[in-house]
């Protein structure tokens, strides 16, 4: 479901456009900026002014795996409301790609700076991203260790943390493995498959990171 968020707001009749994310909102994900602008344009100030953005990506590339999305934003900049200071607050544009062109559709710097704010952005390089809206559910502990990532290139250096039973993070016995055919296999160990819900944060090289959770309630360990 489309989020809308009410912490937006955009000066339609500055040039650029100033897209502004008020304090004490310290990020922005990509899909929440193209949800939010999309809803301002068709407001009754929205309709009147030349369209805020264009969007690409978001594919389904199968495997659970989509192309990431892309945003660019038409003769308009983000910009983080000013703090009085005097520490400086960090945020962070992310969940995707941000870029911005003038008015005659030359490309400029998305962030308008504002005091004692500082802006990161965080983007998927490789312009792909996994997604895992609901659980895996039902994996046997000591049975099915084998979990294929589905990501989108061989040759990628790819890693994972582990939380078991939500308690503190460790890195994986065995090392993540490509098969080709954009195809990584994860091997886990019996001790690490021992708990309830198994919490995965898998990194790639160009990605951001992918959450993956495992719940095997109800499984007994093999012997």
């Given at each position: ?79 983080f409301e000013a703090r009085p200071g005097p520490e400086w607050i960090l945020c962070t544009m992310k969940g995707g ?127």
């Amino acid at each position: 479901m489309p989020v809308i968020r009410d912490d937006i707001t955009v000066a339609w009749g500055e040039s650029p456009r100033i897209i502004t994310v008020a304090a004490p909102s310290v990020e922005i994900t990509m899909q929440d900026l193209r949800d939010t602008l999309r809803a301002m344009e068709m407001t009754d100030v929205g309709i009147l002014y030349a369209p805020l953005l264009e969007t690409s990506g978001k594919q389904d590339l199968g495997d659970q795996l989509y192309v990431g999305l892309t945003v660019k934003l038409l003769n308009a900049k983000i910009a983080f409301e000013a703090r009085p200071g005097p520490e400086w607050i960090l945020c962070t544009m992310k969940g995707g790609n941000c870029v911005s062109v003038d008015v005659n559709g030359v490309t400029m710097d998305v962030r308008k700076p504002t005091a004692f704010t500082s802006v990161d952005r965080v983007s998927a390089t490789s312009g792909s991203m996994l997604e895992h809206e609901e659980p895996i559910v039902g994996v046997p502990r000591g049975v099915a260790r084998l979990f294929s990532l589905g990501l989108p290139q061989d040759g990628l250096s790819v890693s994972a943390i582990l939380s078991k039973d939500a308690g503190n993070f460790a890195g994986l016995t065995n090392p993540i493995v490509g098969k080709g055919n954009r195809q990584y296999v994860m091997s886990l160990t019996d001790t690490e498959m021992d708990g309830a819900d198994l919490y995965l944060l898998i990194s790639a090289a160009g990605m951001e990171a992918i959450p993956l959770t495992i719940q095997t309630s109800g499984y007994p360990v093999s012997a």
